[in-house]
């Protein structure tokens, strides 16, 4: 089995010079036995059994109280991972029974912050672990352990163990908005924030909205924003945010500009309703007497009983209209109130459904009609699910009702009706025909 040449440890040779550091090779002492010549097949076999691999370069850099670490992989163990150990003795053979994990970091990493949680002097090694999980202990000075002690003369505070965000970046991509960034450290929860407006101080965040909390570790976030809107971004430790001790770089942890997704071509639909009649129901004809004079165009009218005005019903018509009209159903005007579903009070809501939630409590619940219809219409460029669709539909009539606009709302209850929402949305195309026929009686 061949290998290319890379740092490796092997062990016998370790020994052989630490036991006889005089001997050459093949030399022997007086009254000993030459030893038995390997073939190459063993000795080749040998060293595959003695063979480990280990990092090299290993630098310590110290910012009390924290510890960066950093080395070069090994290029023997593709696949494999490293474990970082701590002690307060030097690490070796003897001592690494008692040395404590304190990370293991993937391949490609090279590098780990520490922050001991005494103060004291530390030793470290980084330790080669295979894609097997078996892990080689071989302690090289210099190479993958420290031979002096690090010294931390106090204890971190929650600013020291914040993770700092740097590099963050974002952009559109097809239906939504990929954030990229890099984190100090892992193993700390991140707060994503999203604004309409800059973020240049830490009194701006109250005015934007926190989408989610992540792990440090994930270096990504996908945002499902609303097409057609500029928004900027920013992601902090959350712990600093909780304690008002956030810091805003430009740049780094905040973008300096907006990024927005493009909107489409997608028409909207169209639908008006005709004018109400001035007549919703046909009146009783009034017959008038008349004959035509002879040799003329001229018509005799017979006069109007009481000149046509109004006279007093006698009593007997009167009861009889009176138990008519006690069975007769009573017409309340139309007076809805917004209504919101139970999928958007749901905390557990991901993606554009978390999009739409945020637009229903943070607009459309506070009474911002207009701008819900706006963002609104932006979400349906989206390729939503019907389910979600429907309901988007349901809240963008419930604005444009309340925002005045009757006939393009009626429009998109009809559009919400078609999936499961039928019975939510039949009260409101109702009380919209309804209200538009006491409008045509008023205007008779």
Avoid at 166 to 171: E, I, K, N, P, S
Avoid at 314 to 330: D, V, Y
Avoid at 388 to 410: I, N
Wanted: zero cysteines.
């Amino acid at each position: 089995m061949n290998r290319r040449r890379a740092p490796f440890f092997l062990i016998s040779s370790v020994i052989v010079a630490m036991a006889a550091p005089a001997l050459l090779a093949g030399e022997t002492r007086p009254g000993e036995n030459p030893p038995p010549a390997e073939t190459p097949a063993r000795t080749e076999e040998a060293r595959q059994e003695v063979f480990a691999p280990f990092v090299s370069r290993l630098r310590v850099a110290v910012r009390d109280p924290q510890i960066r670490l950093t080395w070069r992989d090994s290029r023997d163990l593709p696949g494999g991972s490293y474990r970082i150990y701590r002690h307060t003795r030097e690490i070796t053979p003897d001592t690494f029974a008692g040395a404590r994990l304190v990370h293991t970091a993937p391949g490609g990493v090279e590098t780990y912050l520490d922050t001991p949680p005494e103060v004291g002097s530390y030793f470290y090694a980084v330790v080669a672990v295979d894609r097997e999980g078996q892990e080689y202990p071989v302690f090289v000075p210099f190479r993958n352990k420290t031979i002096r002690p690090v010294r931390i003369s106090r204890l971190d505070t929650e600013e020291d163990r914040a993770a700092r965000v740097y590099d963050l970046v974002a952009r559109p991509q097809d239906a939504v908005v990929v954030l990229r960034f890099s984190p100090s450290r892992g193993e700390r929860e991140l707060a994503v924030y999203r604004s309409l407006e800059p973020l240049l101080e830490q009194s701006d965040l109250a005015g934007a909205t926190l989408l989610e909390r992540i792990d440090s570790n994930t270096r990504r976030f996908v945002d499902h924003a609303i097409p057609g809107v500029a928004y900027y971004y920013g992601i902090f430790d959350t712990s600093l945010v909780e304690r008002g001790t956030v810091e805003i770089v430009p740049g780094a942890n905040v973008l300096t500009e907006a990024v927005q997704i493009s909107l489409g071509e997608r028409p909207s639909p169209q639908l008006r309703l005709t004018s109400p009649p001035k007549r919703p129901a046909p009146l009783p004809m009034l017959e008038l007497s008349s004959q035509a004079v002879p040799g003329s165009h001229r018509l005799i009218v017979r006069e109007l009983p009481h000149q046509g005005r109004p006279q007093e019903l006698n009593p007997e018509t009167e009861r009889i209209l009176a138990r008519l009209l006690e069975g007769a159903p009573r017409e309340e005007p139309f007076s809805p109130k917004p209504r919101i579903l139970p999928p958007e009070r749901d905390p557990a809501a991901e993606g554009t459904e978390r999009t739409v939630a945020q637009v229903i409590t943070e607009h459309f619940e506070r009474g911002d009609y207009a701008g819900t219809t706006k963002l609104l219409k932006n979400l349906l460029e989206l390729p939503l699910s019907q389910d979600l669709e429907a309901r988007v539909r349901f809240y963008l009539g419930q604005s444009l009702y309340f925002d005045g606009r009757r006939e393009p709302a009626f429009a998109e209850f009809l559009l919400a009706s078609r999936g499961d929402l039928s019975q939510e949305v039949r009260p409101w195309t109702e009380g919209i025909l309804r209200r538009r026929a006491f409008q045509g009686r008023a205007e008779l």
